[in-house]
């Protein structure tokens, strides 16, 4: 086995960290939590595979030998994440890899890589989304469920209709549909991603475009020097037409972030972790709510009352000096419920003598 190469340490960093992202999962088996080195002619490509993924990610790089090498991927994303220097030499040393700069070096064990499946390619290309509209399709990812024993509500299902990408993530509870234009070049498709991973594309595809890619069981995503693919989820997915309203009472357009703002500051007085809004007179209000029935959540930051005069039932149940019914005591003359408790025989207070 031999390697030999030298590539900017920012770079292969990230593609080590990137590739530790998109393979998240606990891996009984060492070579499948390992990492495949392979030096070309002007790039390194790193690929990994678990038992639902297969990553391929590559960057820049000077090739001295060319060859290929398994090596542990996590402890290789820490040790280019803890390198200094503008550059990271990688070369086979016997049977340890050495990560080198001018002031550290780094050795990691070799893998059999001969015994290694091998990281599939992605499946046909089926149209490509620009990037620009990422951040509103993992918006979808976002509403889809968490809990994997419904297995169906933890993905994003995926449609081509009519020249668009329509979008779906839910968790039973709450629905978010988008419709993206794209180039699709199929007429017909779908497929129903983990919601994780789709979060995952959206935060790392960079450049103009991202291509999607699908099978009958398999779905990928690739960008610039990187593509990713996954087994799909096999089960029906719900239609949203029959859950989305086609006639409102009224709609109100607004800035999203100004929204999220008033919603923020509302947000550690709504005890029932809701909060409400009101539309009229040109405008859109986030109020606060009323005590009656908010519980802030630091004690530090008081609910200012709401205006009008409080409860009358609050001064009725307290006793004052003028009231005939509420002799004066001393303050010795009732202890506090906590320090009776405290107290190792239980004893109730004695009265004052002096009363």
Do not use: Y
């Not at 291509?211 to 990928?220: C, E, N, S, V, Y």
Request: aromatic share 4%; proline share 9%.
């Amino acid at each position: 086995m031999e390697l030999d190469v030298t590539a900017p340490v920012q770079q292969l960093a990230t593609a080590a960290a990137d590739l530790v992202t998109l393979l998240p999962g606990r891996k009984l088996d060492p070579l499948l939590s390992g990492v495949v080195l392979t030096a070309e002619p002007d790039r390194v490509e790193l690929a990994g595979i678990d038992r639902e993924r297969a990553v391929r990610l590559s960057c820049p790089a000077r090739t001295h030998t060319g060859g290929a090498v398994l090596v542990p991927a996590r402890p290789l994303a820490e040790a280019l994440r803890h390198l200094g220097g503008p550059e990271a030499r990688l070369v086979v040393e016997g049977q340890k890899l050495a990560v080198r700069t001018d002031r550290t070096r780094f050795a990691l064990p070799l893998l059999d890589r001969h015994a290694h499946p091998g990281v599939r390619p992605v499946p046909g290309r089926v149209g490509v989304l620009d990037t620009s509209l990422l951040p509103v399709a993992a918006a979808t990812a976002a509403a889809a469920s968490r809990d994997d024993a419904l297995v169906v509500f933890t993905g994003v299902h995926l449609r081509a209709d009519a020249g668009e990408l329509v979008l779906v993530g839910t968790d039973r509870f709450r629905m978010a549909v988008a419709r993206l234009p794209w180039r699709g070049e199929v007429d017909e498709w779908t497929a129903l991603v983990p919601a994780a991973l789709w979060a995952e594309i959206a935060r790392q595809a960079r450049g103009p475009g991202v291509a999607l890619h699908a099978d009958g069981d398999r779905f990928g995503a690739s960008w610039e020097s990187s593509e990713v693919s996954s087994a799909v989820l096999d089960v029906p997915f719900p239609s949203e037409a029959r859950h989305l309203a086609e006639d409102f009472d009224g709609e109100a357009r607004l800035r999203a972030d100004e929204l999220a703002d008033a919603v923020r500051h509302t947000s550690p007085f709504a005890g029932q972790n809701a909060v409400r809004l009101e539309v009229g007179g040109g405008e859109v209000r986030v109020p606060r709510p009323t005590r009656a029935w908010a519980t802030p959540r630091r004690r530090s930051r008081p609910i200012p009352a709401e205006t009008g005069s409080p409860p009358p039932t609050s001064r009725a149940t307290s006793p004052t000096r003028s009231s005939p019914s509420a002799p004066r005591r001393c303050a010795s003359a009732s202890a506090p419920a906590s320090a009776a408790r405290r107290s190792s025989r239980h004893r109730a207070p004695r009265p004052c003598t002096r009363c």
